[in-house]
């Protein structure tokens, strides 16, 4: 699966460090050529050997060898990704500040290859500000960050922030390096929806919602570099992938005629628009005037796009939806899940800091039928087009074509 390409695997001085073997063992498994580096902490807490014998070649420590007079460079220009498993609190403060002070720090700042960093470290630590910031920072770099799960920790304490699954790390790997060979949707057709509509009252006036579009077109873009025939359906009048078919639409009844009709011929939908649940019943034909007083609104359902999609959808076909929600999104989230069919819902917590509408980040959390979950921290709308991109690619290759997963019940 991962023939001919080259891996750095960067170790850092964590307690983690022993679980950097068990993903280097898998990752050499399904055939990558596996570069170990280990800093010098790194090597208290796991032996040299262990990770030299496992490896495709001896661990790597100094930026002074003495036959490869510039291996920092030599390593990340060779690289097609390099991975940090554990990564401390000081490894992810010197990269966001660009301090080059060894061979794996110089490796991620001289390499062009994806970098995804495994954090492990104390829940108070995890928590601090700085360590968010600098990961918030990365983050914007395009760096992907598997995030740390709850469990316990070194010394006995309980939290966040122990080390991934080297499973599921192994699985980032694996999507980030697909995503970079270029090519993982090539041949598949993905329709994608963005911005929000709008409904109108009279010629002049519309009920709307704050949706940009900017997500929906990230997810498009995303998709179209990965080698997807993308129908983008939008509200919105933002730059488009080359190729791609665009439909422009305004209203709830307009978005879900043209994705019903662009799904019978999909074999991914993605419900990134935010479409009106209600509609004036009657728009009036004429500018309602202030001297009669304020409007009557009289409102009635729209089409639910997303269950329409769930009830109709072809053998095989992979639908994402979206949930926007304040507060904990993540029970609203489930339901949405269970009750529209879909194969995966990508809640973002609309309220949270430079997360949901307009701005050019997002922060969400991807809910599959799978039961597995993806936590996305502040990225730009990029990075978690791919990250919902990652898990489409994972779903179609899971599923069978018969594979079909009904709607349960109707969404309250
Ligand atoms: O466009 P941006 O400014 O970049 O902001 C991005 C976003 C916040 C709009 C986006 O990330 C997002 O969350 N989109 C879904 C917003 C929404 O309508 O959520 P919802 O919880 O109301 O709807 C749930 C799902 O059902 C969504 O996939 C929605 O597209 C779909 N739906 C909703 C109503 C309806 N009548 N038909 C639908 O298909």
């Known amino acids: 699966m991962l023939a001919g390409r080259r891996v750095v695997l960067g170790v850092t001085g964590g307690i983690a460090a022993y679980k950097a073997v068990e993903v280097c063992r898998r990752l050499v498994d399904l055939g990558a050529h596996v570069v170990p580096v280990m800093t010098e902490d790194a090597t208290r807490f796991v032996g040299e050997v262990t990770l030299s014998a496992l490896a495709s070649e001896p661990v790597q420590r100094s930026l002074w060898r003495e036959q490869d007079p510039i291996p920092h460079t030599a390593l990340g220009q060779q690289a097609d990704l390099v991975v940090v498993v554990p990564a401390t609190a000081r490894f992810l ?35 601090h500000p700085a ?19 709850s469990g316990r920790l070194a010394g006995g304490d309980v939290g966040t922030g122990r080390l991934a699954d080297p499973v599921d790390i192994v699985a980032a790997v694996t999507a980030r390096l697909a995503r970079s060979g270029g090519a993982d949707l090539a041949g598949v057709t993905v329709v994608v929806s963005a911005g929000g509509t709008r409904e109108a009252i009279d010629p002049v006036r519309f ?63 993605v419900m990134a628009a935010a479409v009106a649940d209600f509609r004036p019943a009657v728009a009036a034909p004429v500018k309602l005037r202030k001297t009669d007083g304020p409007p009557q609104l009289v409102l009635e359902p729209t089409v639910d796009i997303l269950a329409e999609l769930g009830r109709r959808r072809r053998p095989g076909q992979v639908l994402v939806g979206f949930a926007a929600e304040t507060g904990d999104p993540e029970e609203r989230a489930l339901q949405k899940l269970r009750s529209k069919g879909a194969d995966l819902v990508v809640a973002n917590d609309v309220a949270a800091p430079g997360s949901g509408f307009d701005g050019d980040t997002n922060a969400v959390t991807i809910y599959g039928a799978d039961g597995r ?6 990225s730009s709308k990029g990075e978690v087009a791919g990250a919902v991109l990652d898990r489409v690619v994972a779903c179609r290759a899971a599923r069978g074509p018969d594979d079909v997963t009904p709607p349960t019940r109707s969404d309250p």
Do not use: F
Request: negative net charge; charged residues 20%; aromatic residues 2%.
């Open 93 to 127: 403060g010197t990269y966001a500040a660009g301090i080059s002070d060894g061979l794996l720090a110089a490796t991620v700042l001289a390499t062009r290859a994806p970098v995804v960093v495994c954090p492990a470290m104390h829940t108070e630590m995890w928590e």
């Open 131 to 149: 360590v968010q910031e600098n990961l918030a920072t990365l983050r914007r770099r395009g760096v992907h960050v598997v995030e740390p799960g």
């Open 207 to 269: 009920i709307t919602n704050r949706s940009s579009g900017k997500q929906g077109h990230a997810i498009a873009d995303a998709a179209a570099a990965r080698g997807a025939d993308v129908v983008l359906v939008t509200t919105v009048a933002r730059p488009v992938p080359a190729g791609a078919t665009v439909v422009r639409v305004d209203t709830a009844a307009e978005m879900a005629d043209a994705v019903l009709a662009a799904a019978e011929h999909a074999d991914v939908v």
């Open 373 to 378: 979950r993806t936590v996305v921290g502040l």
